[in-house]
């Protein structure tokens, strides 16, 4: 229960972002019945000199000058911002199907080949991806299925600490948790580890940043902050990727002419491929639709998983020293504290749960678009910070001086823009392993 807690810092302020930019389609006439918006709305770009990079703080700043519930104009983008758990509750669920589709921005549009479960409309081909997904991967047969696999990576990421400890080497923790949680997603959707780590960090980079010309009509045809090349360069990265990975595939298929080897789990490609070539299939799925897809899984599950591992570390590393920022203090006490025993019986957040149904903690979202994967995070997640801090300590590495931190309290907790909320700086350390621990 404890480790819920974890996600929840990192994520309890960035989850919001997710539906700040909802465009909830208002025409003029409704206009007059918006929230209150900061009075400094300025020709063309409306609100957007109110807002810095790490938008999630910018946003909470102004909810604490604006109230739980108000207008931004963000170029010629209508947006309402939500902040407390009941105006979430009034948009996430009870008027839910008029909020349900997410933002498309150039990037995500060319970046998803625009056919992607988590960017789709909600509507039919939503609908079958997401129960294909469920049943096929991030269900619980999916989950228990690809148990191994989860415990092989944990196994071989002990293994790294345990053999760095002994000859006190660093680690570049941040890197190999990215490395883990890249392997697990890649093994259940593909059978084997591919490495997409970097156009992962890139893809959730640019999601998560500001263009410009999405924001501002005006600008629409003008891209002066160069993201258009940047996209063209991971889009042509990914793209290369996976059709190697298809193209292996249907060569192995085609030698095996259409039988299945006895006792074979087949794997999400196999099972994306079978549809691929079903002519009667009631949804029809194409090439473009398997791309989306692995990059869809590929985005979604590793940055976060890794991200929120990290966060997790560093702050049982840093605990009991800690310096409250922001967040909401009526809602829960000292809110930006480390404090997971909140959770636990009697404590303020007893019996709250991560899975969308309270609405003051929403790591994974709510309602239909919530995350399908927070059955997964939540067994990985926790299983994979118990085992290394029940047999490890750590040496921080200072990113300013090179040097081991003498004070643990000194870890920084800066952010860096992004969708997923990741660290600004990597966490090295130089593990210590404990006696008897069997992690080797
Ligand atoms: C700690 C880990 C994770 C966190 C904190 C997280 C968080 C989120 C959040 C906040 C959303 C938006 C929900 C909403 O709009 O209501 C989301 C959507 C999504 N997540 Fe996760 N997620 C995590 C791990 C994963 C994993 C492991 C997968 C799959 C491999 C995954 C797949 C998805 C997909 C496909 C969507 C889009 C769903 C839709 O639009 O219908 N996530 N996630
Ligand atoms: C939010 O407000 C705090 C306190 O006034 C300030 O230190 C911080 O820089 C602000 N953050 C953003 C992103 O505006
Ligand atoms: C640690 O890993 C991250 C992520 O892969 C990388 O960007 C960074 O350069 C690495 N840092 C060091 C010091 O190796
Ligand atoms: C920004 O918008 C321009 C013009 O629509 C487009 O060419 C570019 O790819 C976009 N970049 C991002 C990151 O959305």
């Excluded at 063309?44 to 104009?73: R, V």
């Excluded at 922001?326 to 019996?351: A, H, I, M, T, V």
Aim: with cysteine; aromatic share 10%.
């Amino acid at each position: 229960m404890e480790f819920q807690v974890l996600l929840a810092f990192s994520f309890l302020l960035s989850v919001f972002v997710c539906y700040l930019l909802l465009r909830p389609h208002l025409n003029r006439r409704n206009h007059k019945y918006l929230p209150p918006s900061p009075p400094l709305k300025l020709p063309i770009i409306g609100h957007m000199h109110l807002l810095g990079p790490l938008l999630h703080q910018s946003l909470h700043n102004l909810s604490t000058k604006y109230g739980p519930l108000f207008t931004l104009n963000m170029g010629s983008v209508l947006c309402v911002i939500a902040s407390t758990p009941h105006s979430a509750k009034q948009f996430l669920q009870i008027n839910e199907l008029a909020f349900i589709r997410r933002i498309e921005t150039a990037a995500i549009k060319r970046l998803t080949y625009d056919s992607s479960l988590a960017f789709a409309p909600y509507g039919d081909y939503w609908r079958f991806i997401k129960k294909l997904s469920m049943n096929e991967l991030l269900g619980s047969r999916g989950i228990s299925n690809f148990q191994h696999l989860r415990s092989q990576e944990t196994q071989s990421f002990m293994k790294l600490l345990a053999k760095k400890a002994k000859t006190c080497e660093v680690v570049n923790v941040t890197e190999e948790l990215l490395k883990l949680t890249n392997n697990v997603i890649s093994k259940m959707m593909l059978g084997e580890a591919e490495e997409a780590r970097e156009v992962v960090r890139g893809v959730t980079e640019i999601f998560g940043e500001f263009n410009v010309s999405d924001f501002i009509w005006l600008f629409k045809k003008v891209d002066f902050q160069g993201f258009g090349k940047r996209i063209e360069d991971l889009f042509f990265k990914f793209d290369t990727l996976v059709e190697r990975i298809i193209c292996k595939r249907e060569e192995i298929r085609k030698k095996r002419n259409g039988e299945s080897r006895k006792g074979e789990i087949r794997d999400f490609l196999d099972i994306l491929l079978d549809y691929v070539e079903d002519e009667s299939s009631e949804m029809k799925i194409q090439r473009v639709h398997v791309k989306a897809l692995i990059m869809d899984f590929f985005t979604a599950g590793t940055d976060t998983t890794a991200i929120s591992t990290e966060w997790a570390l560093v702050e049982l590393i840093k605990k009991p020293i800690f310096t409250p920022k922001s967040s909401n203090p009526k809602l829960w006490k000292n809110p930006l504290e480390f404090r997971p025993e909140r959770f636990l019986k009697n404590g303020e957040g007893d019996s709250i749960d991560v899975r969308g149904q309270h609405f003051q903690l929403l790591p994974f979202g709510s309602g239909r678009r919530m995350c399908p994967g927070v059955s997964l995070a939540m067994q990985e997640v926790p299983a994979l910070l118990g085992a290394i801090i029940q047999c490890f300590d750590f040496k921080v590495v200072d990113h300013k001086t090179g040097m081991i931190l003498n004070d643990v309290g000194d870890i920084d907790v800066d952010e860096r823009p992004g969708l997923t909320a990741p660290r600004v700086n990597n966490l090295l350390c130089v593990p210590v392993e404990r006696t008897k621990c069997g992690a080797t």
